[in-house]
């Protein structure tokens, strides 16, 4: 039997379904940072843990413009106050600083810096990338792919919190696209050969020099990102075309981050009432339960009713519910409904 929830400001009305098309990647260990160091040593110690807990704050926020707030700026001359602890690790290569920062601690200094904080649900981003040098030839650049340029893109999406991935450019790759497709972003191309790989959104990106009859000059990497039914396009350049890869994946996480990302700064609380539909079993209702309360400014979730296959929750919000939806279209269980007023949801 369902129970009717009072004072309830928005229903959504969703179906869970067996297997998603595609699935967001939930990334854990998101309040951890690790630093490369030289020593042990107090000197050093102290500007890792700063490191490492900008670190932490552009990967659980997505807001460059965070880390000028004065309150960040002041957490940032305290560091050890949001650290639960820390050790040392030594890596093949190098020795690292590993962190593990008080999750509520630092969701509170986020708030109180009048930001927000990008659900733990991300995108999983296909990339597809072509390089001009300066005799205007072009190359696909994928997942072998060890130059500078790549290395820094990797490590930039790692510490940003930015799944991505790069095709194999194997024989399948080479009969499917070519440079020129991708230079050219043909749809037809591009969607054919992303098929393969399993994605949510496909980044386009050129890498050029601004005027290459010059020996030295600016670089500019121009993008566009479909995820969905949104396209978003940007471009970053500097005068060093090994920079461009992390230039590239800090601006799309930015625009990522600004659309998904949850303010919990207000105090005004919100209840909101969900409907889901075709919920097979109690180990069901008990995930769809705690996605839900593991999302950002949600205060609590109860289950209100449940029978029928169909289960209602009642959520306490510190936001407003649409911030709530758009960080749930990237859920591996829960997706909207195209129709206005409802959502379909997903479930495996």
């Known amino acids: 039997m369902l129970f009717p929830l009072l004072r309830v400001s928005m229903l959504a009305s969703l179906l869970l379904l067996i297997q998603p098309l595609h699935a967001a990647v939930e990334l854990t260990q998101l309040y951890q940072a690790r630093v490369a160091v030289t020593s042990q040593s107090n000197q ?9 807990l900008i670190q932490a704050l552009l990967r659980i926020s997505g807001d460059d413009q965070l880390l000028q707030h004065p309150t960040v700026q002041q957490a940032l001359r305290s560091v050890p106050n949001y650290v639960m602890q820390y050790g040392y690790q030594q890596s093949p290569s190098q020795l690292e600083l590993w962190v593990q920062f008080d999750q509520d601690q630092v969701n509170q200094l986020i708030a109180r810096a009048e930001s927000g904080i990008w659900s733990n649900l ?23 792919d060890n130059s500078e340029l790549m290395l820094q893109l990797r490590a930039t999406a790692q510490q940003r919190g930015l799944p991505l991935k790069l095709p194999l450019l194997d024989l399948n790759d080479n009969m499917a696209i070519t440079a020129i497709d991708v230079w050219g972003r043909f749809d037809d191309a591009l969607t054919f050969a ?4 399993p994605h949510d959104g496909v980044i386009v990106a050129r890498i050029y020099q601004a005027d290459p009859t010059l020996d030295a000059g600016t670089w500019i990497a121009d993008w566009t990102l479909q995820l969905g039914d949104i396209r978003w396009r940007g471009e970053v350049s500097s005068d060093q075309q090994q920079q461009l890869g992390a230039l590239l994946v800090a601006q799309v996480s930015r625009e990522l981050a600004q659309r998904y990302r949850i303010s919990s700064a207000t105090t005004a609380v919100t209840q909101w009432q969900m409907t889901v539909h075709d919920v097979a079993n109690l180990a069901q209702v008990i995930g769809t339960e705690q996605l839900l309360a593991s999302l950002p400014a949600v205060n609590n979730v109860q289950l209100v009713g449940y029978g029928a296959g169909t289960a209602q929750f009642a959520l306490s919000l510190q936001a407003e519910p649409n911030s709530i939806i758009q960080a749930l279209d990237l859920s591996k269980q829960l997706r909207p409904l195209p129709e206005l007023g409802h959502y379909r949801w997903v479930s495996q």
């Open 122 to 144: 991300r995108p999983e981003l296909l990339l597809w990338m072509v390089r001009e040098n300066e005799l205007i030839q072009r190359q696909l650049l994928g997942s072998d």
């Open 44 to 52: 050093e110690r102290t500007v890792a843990l700063r490191q490492a």
């Open 194 to 197: 992303s098929a393969r790989y």
